[in-house]
């Protein structure tokens, strides 16, 4: 079963407005990522936040964890057209040994102009 | 922006052919990836290796096969593809010494058997 389900699985806002995705995992982690991925491509590392932080931030992304309801969230601010992607949640397991990432399905942001 | 680089890009093969997607990295690291991923959905972990001489299976079944004679290289082999083996392939790194086990992503390869 996945360790990562994010929700909604799919967003559309407009441009300038805020963006929040969520992310909820099943077993201990000793860290949390968010990575992003347009269409057709690569994924991309966004930012990463260990279980005993609480909160993060990087530029326009705030991304809080919570260990005791095993979820995350992910806020974008202000965003932009080109936020345009999909979002993906990812955890290295205890049960993995810490040694490989888990990815959720994702959710797919649409920001329109 | 990491160095890690797939090819090809994109591939339409006929059922029964043999295929071999390439990924390099010239980041040095050590750990190396390959995931599947269905348009839309999540990825799943299909083979990951530790360093030279080292290949594992991930979480989900795959018929392919990996090498990994040298540090920068890990080619993926399909002996004989199938229609249900298209599907995006992507290869990524990651360093012991990147926080977290931080995974750097190459561009993907599309593949379609008809």
């Known amino acids: 079963s996945q360790q990562g389900e994010e929700d909604p699985q799919a967003l559309s806002i407009q441009e300038g407005e805020n963006a929040t995705m969520n992310c909820s995992y099943k077993?201990?982690?000793?860290?949390l990522q968010w990575y992003r991925q347009n269409s057709g491509r690569g994924l991309v590392h966004l930012i990463l936040?260990?279980?005993?932080?609480r909160e993060k931030h990087s530029g326009r992304l705030r991304v809080t964890l919570d260990t005791s309801k095993k979820s995350s969230s992910l806020l974008i601010t202000a965003s932009r057209a080109a936020d345009t992607a999909s979002y993906f949640c990812a955890t290295a397991s205890m049960n993995s040994g810490y040694s490989t990432l888990t990815f959720g399905k994702g959710t797919m942001l649409l920001v329109s102009p | 922006e990491a160095d890690i680089y797939q090819t090809p890009r994109y591939l339409v093969i006929g059922t029964g052919k043999k295929i071999t997607l390439e990924c390099s990295q010239t980041m040095g690291h050590d750990k190396m990836y390959w995931y599947q991923q269905d348009p839309g959905m999540e990825l799943h972990l299909i083979h990951y290796?530790?360093?030279?001489?080292?290949?594992e299976k991930g979480d989900l079944s795959s018929e392919s096969t990996v090498s990994r004679i040298r540090t920068e290289h890990f080619p993926l082999t399909l002996e004989s593809a199938r229609p249900s083996h298209t599907s995006q392939y992507l290869c990524?790194?990651?360093?012991?010494?990147?926080?977290?086990?931080?995974?750097?992503f190459g561009e993907g390869s599309w593949l379609t058997v008809v």
């Open positions: 990524a790194s990651s360093d012991p010494g990147l926080p977290g086990n931080t995974i750097y």
């Open positions: 936040i260990r279980s005993n932080e």
């Open positions: 077993t201990s982690i000793n860290n």
């Open positions: 290796s530790y360093g030279v001489n080292s290949t």
